[in-house]
Structure formats: structure tokens, C-alpha cells
């Protein structure tokens, strides 16, 4: 959420909670993921066997896949760690999608095991795949349009001529080919090019070209499509002034499509699945964080205690990410600060020439937007430890779902005990 209105925590309640689980932290709302997670639903309602498959990276802990899964989700994964955290959980075959690129042969072996949708991401991947796992009943294959599609600047993806992913239109139908030969009977068309947009018509046109190409393949083919993947990559608001993508009316405009390209064709019933992953987790979950320093040289600097480890997306992106002061929310926004956290690169920012309420030390930050792409993307470069992850329960009860971590982690997978090291200093 980009609006201090939407916070689903206030200042007395993060008090309490830093008793008990210091800062920084990553908290996360049951209650915003499960309704987002209907809503959804409910705008694809009249899509029989519609489902979104939680793109695990996004906020890959387990408690949070937990709840996609009650709310009928399934995962999609793209590493060995993902599958078998989505195992754990307790899903298992069509509940798992695998799309993975440049595959290790042990992944797809593991991902086969679990009976998961295999979603091949290249044709010379058959081979590779039949030698390592078998052929499986389901194939999909991701489609990439290459100069058919343009995306928007700045999409993380990348134009689609340009990114490394998936098949050409020409492959397609050798690859749906070969494997009918192989007696596959069950296929999939995905692709996944949009990120983070804003707009319903970058959905409208995947989900018409890829109604039309499953038209165009079963035509040539003699093949049956079951369902189509339009992908990720639906947008959020991270700004004040954007505005949520409508679901509802992305439903009803895709329903139109779809009665157009496939009832009326006669190529139904054609299930439509989508992978989202910053839209299912990412307005629910904040960084909390507070204000450890002042600084005042040729800017006025803010130092929290989180830095780019516990969300990267300022540094590496420009991200904005909307900061509220908590308990200063009706107060003047009339300083301008640099949030800084404590790495020893330049971009470590969180905010830069924000105008914010006066800042003390002490103060607690929430930086919104946070629950995806957030946490997962933590990392220990400079000695940093990645930070917890509570959840507030949708009885309102907040509780840790991760433990931040310690220097002995850090060490973790060193052979380097602290005896050695202690021998060694003594030696010199
Ligand atoms: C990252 C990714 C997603 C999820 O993207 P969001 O922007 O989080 O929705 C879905 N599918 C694939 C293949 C991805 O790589």
C-alpha cells in the first residue's frame, strides 16, 4: 500500500512487538493476503479451474505459502529449495508448476518425483528432460514472442526479443510436435513477460495472443490444450499517485476474450492459470525498522537500522518504497532526508530527498511494499544478517515465522571453528 491510511498495524502495537523481536523485521498481514487472494478468485470465477500458482521467490516462507495454499493457490517454482519447500507445505503435483531456465538435470528429476507441472523453457530441454526424468503426462512449454510483444521502459524483464526465455513461435510447434509423438496428451501454453504493470491491457493482449496461438497449434497439431499461463507480473501501486490494477474488470475483459477466441471456436474447456507473485504478498508485507542515527553534512542523512539486505529494490532498481514515520503520520512533511542503511555502498538508500515528518532518533519507520521481492532477495554481502519475518494472524496475534539471523550463522558453512581461529590468532 502506498498510504499511511492502509497500515494494518499502529505505533503502541510495534512497540509491544519490538519487546520482543527487535529491529529490523519484515511483518506480514494474514487477513491482506487472504482477501487479496479471494478477490482474486472471485474476479476469475467464471473460469472453471482458474488458479494462480504463487511465484515462490517472491516471499518464499513457508508459513506465507501456507495461506496461499488454504486460499486454493498453488506454487510456481524455479530451484530444488523451492520444490521441496512447497513439499513441505504439502503440495504436490498439478499444485506445483516448475518453470525453470537453464535447468539442472536433479531439478527436474525432483520436480518429475513430486508429479509438478513441467513448464519447459527451451525445445532442446525434451532431450534433456526425457534422459533425466522421463517423459511426464502434462508438458507445457513458455512461449516468447519475441518482436510481437514490446514491454514497457524499465520492466525488469526485459523486451521479450531481448530476454533469454522461452521458446520461438516456430519452436512451439515443433516442441508440441515431438511430444505428441511421444504420447503426451496433456499441454499448457504459458509465457511471462510483463513485470510489475500497471495496466489491464498488458494482460488482455497475452491472455488474446495466447487464446490465438493455442487456436493456431491445436489446429495444425490435432493437440488439445488444458489450460494456458498468462503469467506474473501483475503491478502494484508503490507510489501514491498509481492507482491498484482493476481485478475485477481484468476478469471480465479477459471472460470476453475467451468467449470470443476459445468457447466460440469450440477449443474449450481451456483452464486459465496465472503466477503472480508480487500481487499476492507485496502490499501486506512492511520492513519495520527505526532510526539509529543523524546525520547533517551537504544532505541531511537519516541512518536506520535495515539496510539494502533487507530490501534491495531502492538499490538496485530506483525503487520508491513509501515510508511512514509511525505517530507522525498527521504531522508536517516538510523535512527533506536521505534514509540510509549501513552497507558500504552508495545506493544503500531506502528513500532519497523524501520529504518526511521531522525524524528523532528512536522513531520507527514502515517501509511499505515489502512483501515481495523483499526479504527473499536478502543477501549477506558487507556482513549483513538477513533480518525475521513476523506474521500478525488474522486474529490480530503477531508471531515470528523466521528468526533473524546470527553470527553464527554467518559461519555456518565455514569449516573454520572458533577453536581454530582462537590456535591461529594465539600462533601469530
Ligand atoms: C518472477 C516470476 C513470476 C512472478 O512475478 P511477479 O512480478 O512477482 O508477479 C512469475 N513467473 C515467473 C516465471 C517468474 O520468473
Redesign the pocket.
Known sequence: MNDDSDLFFGLSEIQETIKKYPTPFHIYSEKGIRENARRLYRAFSWSRGFKNYF?V??CPNPYIVEILRDESGGV?C?SLPELVLSERVGLRGNDIMF?SNDTPAGEFAKAAELGAIINLDDITHIPFLEKEAGIPDVICFRYNPGQLRRTKEGNVIGTPSQSKYGLTKRQLFDAYGIMKSKGVKRFGLHT?IA??DLSISAFTETAAMLFDLVAEISGRLGIRFEFVNL????GIPYRPNEKPVDIEELGREIKLIYEEKIEKAGLGPLKIFM?????MTGPYGYLITRAIHEKHIYKEYIGVDASMSDLMRPGIYGAYHHLTVLGKEGAKHDHKYDITGSLCENNDKFAIDRLLPEIKIGDIIAIHNAG??GHAMGFNYNGKLRSAELLKRADGSIGMIRRAETVKDYFATLDFPESKFKSLSSVS
Open positions: 511465484a521467490k517472491a510456481d524455479s518453470t511471462m513485470s510489475n503469467g506474473g507480473g501483475l503466477e503472480n507473485g508480487r500481487l515481495a521481492h
